[in-house]
């Protein structure tokens, strides 16, 4: 089992940053496929970025160029920077870890981005 904890939601207004983080129970954290989902009220859940246990990277189209995610092994952390924040980025932001083809999700943490 493994256990996924957000932090670092909350209001910003447009053109802000934030960081979240999403620290991850197990002692096998270095190969776990890690991505950042969200979901807006009445839309799909979507993948926002992901994270390969190499290293490699991917993002939606939305959001390349001004997100960013990252993952400490040693501190079986990933992390989501987002920068130039729009008021469409609004939403619920999911961490999820992937392995031995099972899905594992975290309680969600809020970004609100408005004046």
């Known amino acids: 089992q ?3 904890v957000e932090s670092g939601g909350g209001l910003v207004q ?3 940053s934030l960081r ?3 620290a991850a129970s197990g002692s096998i954290f270095s190969i776990y496929t890690m991505g950042w989902y969200r979901q807006a009220p009445g839309k799909q859940r979507e993948l926002v970025a992901g994270i390969l ?5 991917n993002y ?3 959001v390349k160029g001004r997100f960013t995610i990252s993952r400490d092994n ?8 987002m920068n130039s924040l729009k008021p469409e980025d609004t939403a619920v932001y999911y961490c999820n870890a992937f392995i031995r083809s099972t899905h ?4 969600g943490t809020q970004v609100t981005v408005s004046l």
């Open 20 to 22: 979240l983080s999403c």
């Open 74 to 81: 040693a501190k079986n952390t990933v992390y989501l920077q």
């Open 104 to 107: 594992y999700w975290g309680q």
């Open 60 to 62: 939606a189209g939305s």
């Open 53 to 57: 246990t190499g290293g490699s990277t």
């Open 2 to 4: 493994v256990q996924l």
């Open 14 to 16: 447009p053109g802000g």
